[in-house]
């Protein structure tokens, strides 16, 4: 058997393959993180869900290339993180709406 397929076939199996595996450690990372939006508690797409840096930093980037780093290395990432939705994470991002003092101390999970 002669290897047919082409190099654009392999190129789409694999962009295929990164993005199931961004979804799955998501999904994941929206689990750990209580599988809700820590301000207001919206759950109903994880679509909607970010993750924001307590201390500010902004270097993690989890929608993209956080997300072919290992699991463990994603999970001390999100100990620095909130799970919030998109709306609260805007609002945060404008300044306001802060997160409750007792969000931080709690640890969820
Ligand atoms: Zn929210």
Known sequence: MKEKRTYADRREYFIKAVAKRRRKIKLMAVDYKGGKCQICGYNRHQSALDLHHINGEKSFGIGQKGYTRSWERV???????????????????AGITQFPRVIEDRKIK
């Open 75 to 93: 999970k001390q990432e999100l100990d620095k993180c909130i799970l919030v939705c998109a709306n609260c994470h805007r609002e945060i991002e």
